[in-house]
């Protein structure tokens, strides 16, 4: 069924004017895999240049205002003038992201070590994002920790989580009262015997001990096969500690593709229950951002189907009879249930979306639009010479 804007509640229509997805700095470099990165025309050269190419994505889609930094890919030497060029170009710098997984003395773990020194090293490197996020304007520090073992008795799992516990709250501490601490688990990679944070659970047992402006970050690629995402998402939010998502796809494990190219309906199903928790509105504290990398594609085109796909799962969402469901699930009646699902997912929601960028003056076609804006050529003619940006710079 075609779905036009005039088919939603203007309460729902208000919900998709106001969604903002956040961009990631590090999917416009060159980045995409553990066995070969493959470059492309016109990779960025530095952080200011992957600013220029989130904003293209935002000019086209409109739901894109904010672009994430991680440190030290994207060190500057003034942090205050790249937020201002990124507000020059419409958009605003986003979640701040630490790297203590890359440095030699992080072999055996940075905020879990056992070494005092290097856990104090993995401290320092936070605080400096701090000092980061003050200069930018940011209110958010997302921590992802490649921490944890190979081999059963490699270390003691207990003495590693208090040490992890220990050096959070030093990190919380520090934050101003405006900030605070996003915390992103993984289940395994690369440590492959037990990952100090590897699911939801541990992370937000952590962030509870922490106090209330530490919040989990959900990544959409970072479950064993065949778990219950909404289900988690649901836990979150009744804790009140769904602090964000980091949206993706993967086949097998943590692959980074685009957004709902592998599942569009897992995607579906956990934009129905941030929809039925109220949790879409935009003071929710939920932030939606993308965490994905783009070897074979196009870097900017990877990122504009990305947000799209989140907006039409979104919009699906808001299709659901919450009406009919109720009644369907108070009744135990299973098949309709389900089936009131099945048709708001089933909907063709592109024309609606098409008439909503339109609305905002925007293309209502925002790939074919970019596509025709030169820009790719210009910046490919351009980028010549110098370092493109990569996975790890």
């Not at 596509?371 to 996975?391: C, D, H, K, L, T």
Request: aromatic residues 8%.
């Amino acid at each position: 069924m075609t779905i036009h804007l005039s088919d939603l509640p203007e309460s729902a229509r208000t919900l998709l004017r106001e969604q903002t997805i956040e961009l990631p700095s590090w999917a416009f470099g060159n980045s995409g895999t553990r066995f070969k990165v493959f470059p492309s025309p016109g990779t960025p050269r530095n952080a200011y240049e992957k600013i220029d190419d989130a904003a293209q994505v935002h000019r086209f889609t409109g739901i894109t205002p904010r672009v994430s930094l991680h440190i030290p890919w994207d060190v500057v030497d003034d942090f205050s003038d790249l937020a201002e060029h990124a507000r020059s170009q419409g958009i605003t710098l986003g979640t701040i992201n630490s790297n203590v997984f890359q440095d030699d003395d992080y072999k055996f773990g940075s905020l879990t070590n056992s070494d005092e020194a290097v856990r104090r090293k993995a401290i320092d490197a936070h605080l400096r994002c701090i000092e980061v996020m003050h200069a930018t304007g940011s209110d958010t520090l997302k921590i992802w920790l490649g921490d944890g073992t190979n081999y059963p008795g490699q270390d003691s799992i207990a003495a590693r989580q208090e040490k992890l516990a220990d050096s959070l709250s030093v990190i919380y501490e520090n934050l101003a009262p405006h900030q605070r601490l996003l915390l992103e688990y993984k289940f395994f990679e690369p440590a492959f015997y037990h990952t100090d944070v590897p699911d939801w659970g541990t992370a937000l047992a952590h962030v509870l001990a922490l106090g209330d402006r530490a919040v989990v970050c959900l990544d959409t690629g970072h479950h064993a096969p065949g778990t219950n995402i909404e289900f988690i998402v649901v836990q979150l939010l009744r804790a009140g500690r769904l602090g964000a998502f980091d949206f993706n796809s993967r086949f097998y494990a943590d692959d980074d593709l685009i957004v709902g190219s592998a599942d569009p309906f897992q995607l579906f199903r956990i934009m129905h229950e941030i929809v039925s928790f109220g949790a879409l509105a935009p003071t929710s504290g939920v932030n939606f951002m993308l965490d994905q990398c783009h070897n074979l594609e196009e870097k900017i085109p990877g990122e504009i189907l990305s947000a799209m796909n989140v907006q039409e799962a979104t919009a699906k969402a808001l299709l659901v009879d919450r009406a009919a469901l109720a009644k369907a699930q108070a009744e135990h009646d299973v098949l309709t249930a389900n089936q009131v699902l099945m048709d708001a997912f089933s909907s063709d929601v592109r024309p609606l979306l098409g008439e909503l960028r339109e609305e905002q003056g925007l293309d209502p076609n925002p790939l074919a639009a970019y596509a025709a804006s030169g820009y790719f050529e210009r910046i490919s003619a351009e980028r010549v010479g110098g370092q493109q940006a990569s996975w790890g710079a």
